[in-house]
């Protein structure tokens, strides 16, 4: 079993909140479109000649965040390809499904071709084994899955004999070798109008009388809900007091002497750059944690750009380990080189960004 998927996805930037529906408008090649089959279990809507394509639910809002495979442009041909992503909890979601699996279980393997279209945009593509089974809640009611089965998932390292074609934002071609198991795919689309975006707070708030009561009301010191900045066994610490946490801020922004890189940073890093960086990761922690809504959104939700291998899809959470990757990694001579460029950026991304009220 093997496919290369070229996907035009773009990641929605906020969660989706309109009723509207969405279903797949067009199909070519060796692609049939089909009401819900009463399953996509291995080897049970088998075909030669064609793969099978079909409405999942429409219109469901997402509890939780869901992690897929593809939300960017590009071929994918191999695993190392994939742009994993993140759709926000509250998004509103429509899903359609491919499957490709051929009759019997023996050689010789087949071969087949074609594309769905869908009426609104691809925010995410599951091609994975492990991303099929936790979107499976998507599924179409009345129809069974395959959720946990050994050989579901595309397989996209072992071989090169396949050619995948987007054509736009709203069209996936899948070209598809079928062996032993199933090819299947989850196309998950846009289902309406986005809800509002929760902007965080700045590090001063954090740093005042209203940031701190609001820490200590959550415990926000105790060793169990520590922050931790860095990397232990480079630069870092672990936040677990009230007065560490006003070293960092901006009351004092000087918390270099509490990570044991005091004169210890790589060439040319600012003693008062690699400061702020503490403070304005810590204030993103404090925001992902203590300000309602702000977890799990996205760069671009924020009106954010990407520094460094940040992209507007990023979400928070991982801007913020790109942070602490920086701050661990500026002791000289003690994992990777980092640049004053490179703190730069991110301090800009912080400071006039993410860590904003507006």
């Known amino acids: 079993m093997r496919t290369r998927l070229l996907a035009l996805a773009v990641i929605a930037a906020a969660a989706l909140t309109a009723s509207a529906s969405a279903t797949i408008v067009g199909t070519s090649g060796q692609m049939t479109l089909i009401a819900p089959p009463p399953s996509v279990e291995i080897n049970a809507l088998e075909s030669d000649t064609t793969m099978y394509a079909f409405d999942e639910q429409q219109g469901v809002t997402l509890a939780q965040p869901l992690n897929v495979d593809i939300t960017t442009p590009g071929t994918y041909d191999d695993t190392a390809d994939l742009t994993p992503g993140t759709i926000p909890a509250g998004t509103v979601v429509n899903s359609q499904f491919v499957n490709a699996d051929h009759v019997g279980t023996g050689a010789p393997p087949v071969v087949l071709d074609g594309t769905i279209t869908t009426d609104t945009d691809i925010i995410g593509i599951e091609v994975l084994q492990h991303g099929l ?38 069209t996936v071609e899948i070209h598809s070798q079928v062996r032993v198991h199933t090819d299947q795919v989850r196309i998950i689309t846009d289902g309406g109008q986005r809800p509002p975006v929760q902007h965080g707070k700045t590090q001063g708030f954090w740093g005042n009388k209203n940031g701190q009561a609001l820490l200590v009301a959550n415990d926000a010191f105790s060793a169990a809900k520590a922050v931790e900045l860095g990397i232990s066994g480079l630069c870092y610490v672990k936040v677990d007091s009230q007065a560490k946490s006003k070293q960092i801020l901006p009351s004092t922004k000087d918390g270099i002497g509490l990570t044991g890189c005091s004169g210890l940073l790589d060439s040319g890093i600012g003693t008062g750059s690699f400061n702020n960086l503490l403070s304005q990761t810590l204030a993103l922690s404090y925001n992902i944690l203590y300000k309602g809504g702000y977890a799990g959104q996205t760069l671009g939700s924020l009106g954010c750009a990407g520094v460094g291998p940040l992209t507007s899809s990023s979400t928070v959470e991982q801007a913020r380990d790109y942070a602490n990757y920086l701050i661990g990694n500026a002791k000289k001579n003690a994992g990777a080189v980092i640049t004053q460029s490179q703190i730069g950026d991110m301090n800009g991304l912080l400071g006039d960004c993410l860590n904003t009220e507006a």
Not at 134 to 160: E, M, V, W
């Open 133 to 170: 089974n936790i979107s499976d809640f998507l599924g179409a009611p009345g129809t069974a899955y395959p959720t946990g089965d050994f050989g579901r998932g595309l397989n996209l390292d072992d071989q090169d004999d396949f050619v995948i074609e987007q054509i736009d934002k709203r």
